[in-house]
């Protein structure tokens, strides 16, 4: 269930604003507020069942936008490769220890530092 939440939570971070504003409230109420599906048909009035079968749909909805899009895929492998990146930004740093490769090792922090900039400002997208 916690695994369902987090992927579900990832494309509602992704494709929410695709939805239908019932849709998108559906779900903002039931996953990130943690509301039950009376409580969420009492605050948009809507029966319970309403709730439900807006709620299967917008999930629906999130798993066919990934399908047809794919940008949360192409997101974690970018992570993953910028993680790569940044361990072998680390390997280099490892194997210069002689002060005439300083220029060498100052660039390979270079390439962490901005690796790190690019994978902190990815999750503000």
């Known amino acids: 269930m916690v695994e369902k939440l987090v992927e579900l939570g990832i494309l509602f971070d992704f494709y929410g604003k695709l939805l239908t504003k019932k849709q998108y409230d559906v779900v903002d109420l039931f996953y990130l507020k943690d509301l ?13 069942q309403g709730v439900y079968d807006t709620l299967k749909r ?14 949360v895929g192409k997101f974690v ?9 940044i361990e072998l930004a680390n390997e280099i740093k490892d ?6 490769y300083e ?3 100052d660039s390979a922090q270079m390439i962490e530092d901005k690796c790190m900039e690019i994978m902190e400002n990815s999750w503000e997208v």
Not at 77 to 85: A, C, H
């Open 36 to 48: 039950s599906l009376s409580e969420i048909g009492e605050e948009l009035n809507i029966t319970r």
């Open 58 to 71: 917008a999930e629906e909805k999130l798993y066919q936008y990934e399908e047809t899009l794919g940008l």
């Open 103 to 105: 220029k060498a090792k």
């Open 77 to 85: 492998k970018s992570k993953n490769n910028i993680k790569e990146i």
């Open 95 to 100: 194997y210069i220890d002689d002060e005439a």
